[in-house]
């Protein structure tokens, strides 16, 4: 089985940064595609906020994140990092990791997801 453990998140005041790790570990047979973050705020649907190959070649970012979140790949362990700039309370939301792995097929992962809070 694939597992996503996730770390990082906090609360912090507007303007402020937090960074979010996300290890991934899976049996030899299994791959990893894709990894990434999507968040989900109270009542509302969870969203993109950035996603990467796992080579870090290819990025695609939720509208929110644009211009002030920057994802990154770290090959060797196996992580996925998320640099949040200019915080602001909008950005309150339970933060996922995500994965995309294979074996055999493609199939979608997830972590247990962790707490940003930003206080204005």
């Known amino acids: 089985q694939v597992q996503l453990v996730e770390s990082g998140g906090g609360s912090v005041q507007a303007g402020g940064s937090l960074r979010l790790s996300c290890v991934a570990s899976?049996?030899?047979?299994?791959?990893?595609?894709?990894m990434g973050w999507y968040r989900q705020a109270p009542g509302k649907q969870r969203e993109l906020v950035a996603v990467?190959?796992?080579?870090?070649?290819?990025?695609r970012y939720g509208d929110s994140a644009k211009g002030r979140f920057t994802i990154s790949m770290d090959t060797v362990k196996n992580t996925v990092y998320l640099q949040m700039n200019n915080l602001n309370p909008g950005d309150t939301a339970v933060y996922y990791c995500?994965?995309?792995?294979?074996?055999?097929?493609?199939?979608?992962?997830w972590g247990q997801g962790t707490q940003v809070t930003v206080s204005s």
């Open positions: 899976q049996p030899m047979e299994y791959s990893i595609n894709d």
């Open positions: 995500y994965a995309q792995a294979s074996y055999q097929r493609k199939f979608d992962v």
């Open positions: 990467s190959d796992r080579f870090g070649y290819n990025k």
